[in-house]
C-alpha cells in the first residue's frame, strides 16, 4: 500500500515537471543581432538571461505583451522619446523608463527575483551594449 503512494506521488512529480519543462511560450533560434536600423528609429532588445527557472515573467511594452522565460528574448523598434517597459508579477508591477534616440541599440535585461516566499519579483535595467551583447547570446527569440 505504501508502494502504491509513493508511486503515485512520484508519478504526478514527473508530469507536474514535464509540463513546466515544456513550456506554451514559441520559441526561435538563438540571438541573430539585426543590422540596420530604420531610419529616424531605435532598436530595443528585452531579454532574460538563462537562470535556472522555470517561471515564466510578463513583459509589456506599447506595443506587445510577452511572456518571457528564462533564456529568451524579443525586440522592437520604438521612435525617439520616452518608452516605457513592464513587467508583471502577482504582488507587483515593475516598470522603466528611457529616453531612446533615433539609431541606437538598447539592451533591456529583465531579471527574475524571488522573495523570501518564492514570489516572483521582476527587475527590470538597461544594461550597457558590451553586457546586452554577451549575455543575449544565450538566448532564443520568442516569436510572436
Not at 529616424?40 to 515564466?56: A, C, E, H, K, M
Amino acid at each position: 500500500m505504501v508502494l502504491d503512494k509513493t508511486f503515485i506521488k512520484i508519478v504526478i512529480a514527473i508530469f507536474f515537471l514535464f509540463m513546466a519543462c515544456t513550456s506554451c511560450v514559441p520559441l526561435g533560434p538563438h540571438f541573430v543581432g539585426i543590422n540596420e536600423i530604420p531610419i529616424n528609429q531605435s532598436l530595443i532588445y528585452v531579454y532574460r538571461p538563462p537562470d535556472g527557472t522555470i517561471r515564466t515573467m510578463e513583459v509589456s511594452t506599447e506595443a506587445r505583451d510577452v511572456v518571457m522565460l528564462s533564456g529568451s528574448y524579443f525586440y522592437f523598434q520604438a521612435i525617439p522619446g520616452k518608452v516605457t517597459i513592464w513587467s508583471k508579477s502577482p504582488i507587483m508591477v515593475e516598470s522603466l523608463s528611457i529616453e531612446v534616440e533615433p539609431g541606437k541599440i538598447y539592451f533591456i535585461q529583465a531579471v527574475a527575483n524571488f522573495n523570501f516566499w518564492g514570489r516572483l519579483l521582476p527587475h527590470l535595467a538597461v544594461v550597457p551594449t558590451s553586457v546586452g551583447e554577451e549575455e543575449i547570446v544565450q538566448c532564443q527569440i520568442i516569436r510572436e
